[in-house]
């Protein structure tokens, strides 16, 4: 315990949230993804990991207890960030909270807006944890099954009286 305890020392945790897609109703995303950078105060881009090949990340919310971390953040200039930049590419899926599953590569990049920021100053931390906080899906999605399935019944049913 005492060494986890020590690996876990100047770790930040980082809340992550697009706006736009909270608002549509996304609670995962599975993203492939080519660039990762940092977005200051000033609306500057800085460059934190490069993927020669696409990478492939899972994205769930905060209930879920995933997160990544990310040791590259140690390289950037003291400042104050207040977005990442996720660069993407091809065959993006997004999965909306009524289950809805929808395949879209018309995004170049997807913006995440670092919930109090993240200010480095000389002390750098030695990684970063990001969460992101997504929508929880709907307890009537697992539903869905059976509702089809009985509305079904009650269409046969009409649609036999009315003969």
Not at 29 to 54: C, R, W, Y
Not at 84 to 112: C, P, W
Not at 124 to 138: L, Q, R, T
């Amino acid at each position: 315990m005492a060494k986890l305890e020590e690996d876990n020392k100047g770790i930040k945790e980082l809340i992550l949230k697009n706006t736009r897609n909270y608002n549509l109703g996304v609670s995962e995303m599975n993203l492939n993804i080519t660039k990762i950078t940092a977005m200051d105060s000033l609306g500057v881009e800085h460059f934190i990991l490069n993927f020669p090949d696409q990478y492939s990340l899972n994205i769930k919310g905060v209930g879920y207890g995933r997160f990544y971390r990310l040791k590259k953040i140690m390289n950037l200039p003291p400042n104050t960030y207040t977005r990442l930049r996720f660069y993407l590419g091809n065959d993006n899926q997004f999965i909306f909270k009524d289950g809805v599953v929808e395949n879209k590569s018309v995004y170049d990049y997807l913006d995440f807006e670092i919930e109090n920021n993240l200010t480095l100053n000389a002390e750098k931390p030695s990684g970063v944890k990001i969460w992101f906080d997504m929508v929880p899906y709907e307890l009537s999605r697992h539903f869905k099954f059976f509702s089809n399935w009985v509305n079904m019944f009650k269409n046969l049913r009409s649609s036999i009286q009315n003969t």
